[in-house]
């Protein structure tokens, strides 16, 4: 995409996140008014979301969710960078809902709460409170899912589709594997300074009430392994993309490189090496386009002198071989 499409669909993100925070200070605390079937009401969500993790401590939940958010974060940067085509709607549909979970999330680590103020009711139904968030994310939400069912032959076509899952396995599990461990090892860097910390935070306050600390620290091990593992298996998703996007210009270019070494190809009509949209590399093509022309012209530069020789030029031959 060019810088100005990148421009777009970033300011989408930070445009929904700051029309949500300016909205919810306008409705915190704002006394209960109507407007014809739209109602203004100002609540503080405490609940998870979905019920998840409803079950830890209240401080723990916060924690939990406000990291889940900003891990969502990353997960974004990742799609828009592996998506092939330009497909403004989807780019911008993926900033729209992601924008409205960080307008909640950012809720949840400032205040421990969500602020929610806009309902609608028509005659006995009342609809649940929400935010302008929560409405941005369905939006968000239609736009994926309309550019999924248009474009999505886009996103990935059969012709540009690899039927191998490995193209070089033993490089993409050795890319897998170090991606994952260096991700790890920051990991658990990760949750031995945060634990120890919480442990011996708890054990001071509490009064060295290992019961009551131990209820803290468990809860927490729970929530800390549930988003080690979500991060491996992504690590391990984006290792296999990436390192597939690697390995497969690699061994294209290689079988065009033999294909030539056996003499094939060597004509404009031969197979030209053509990669797949997002492959890495993409240089490659016309390198093998400037080695098939050389490698062509010099073997139309090898030419074969024949000399026909009559039976004249024979017996004069002879006559002076004679002499």
């Given at each position: ?96 809902l992601i924008g409205g979970i960080l307008g909640n999330v950012i809720d949840r680590t400032l205040y421990g709460y969500v602020i929610d103020f806009i309902s609608v009711e028509f005659g006995t139904w009342h609809s ?196």
């Amino acid at each position: 995409m060019k810088t100005k499409d990148w421009i777009l669909v970033i300011a989408c993100l930070i445009l929904v996140i700051f029309v949500d925070q300016v909205s919810k200070i306008w409705g915190n605390g704002i006394p209960e008014m109507w407007f014809g079937p739209l109602h203004v009401v100002s609540i503080h969500n405490h609940g998870a979301m979905l019920g998840m993790f409803s079950n830890l401590p209240a401080f723990l939940r916060i924690v939990t969710l406000s990291t889940s958010g900003f891990f969502l974060l990353s997960l974004y940067s990742f799609l828009q960078y592996i998506i092939p085509q330009k497909l403004m709607m989807l780019r911008v549909g993926l900033s729209l809902l992601i924008g409205g979970i960080l307008g909640n999330v950012i809720d949840r680590t400032l205040y421990g709460y969500v602020i929610d103020f806009i309902s609608v009711e028509f005659g006995t139904w009342h609809s649940p409170v929400w935010n302008v968030a929560d409405m941005i994310q369905w939006v968000g939400y239609a736009l994926v899912m309309i550019s999924l069912i248009k474009n999505g032959h886009m996103l990935w076509p059969d012709q540009n589709s690899r039927q191998t899952f490995w193209v070089n396995k033993r490089f993409q599990i050795k890319y897998a594997v170090v991606f994952i461990m260096t991700g790890l090892f920051l990991t658990l860097i990760s949750f031995v300074f945060s634990y120890t910390y919480l442990r011996i935070t708890l054990s001071e306050l509490t009064g060295h009430n290992d019961l009551l600390s131990s209820r803290y620290t468990d809860a927490y091990m729970y929530s800390f392994l549930i988003l080690t593992l979500t991060y491996s298996v992504t690590l391990f998703i984006i290792a296999k993309i990436i390192s597939h996007r690697i390995a497969g210009p690699v061994y294209a270019f290689e079988r065009f490189l033999m294909e030539i070494l056996e003499g094939k190809g060597l004509t404009k009509q031969g197979q030209a090496l053509k990669l797949r949209s997002g492959d890495d590399f993409t240089h490659l093509e016309h390198l093998a386009e400037r080695v098939r022309d050389k490698l062509g012209q010099i073997n139309k530069e090898k030419t074969v002198q024949v000399f026909e020789f009559s039976d004249e030029d024979n017996s004069s031959k002879s006559e002076s071989g004679n002499s």
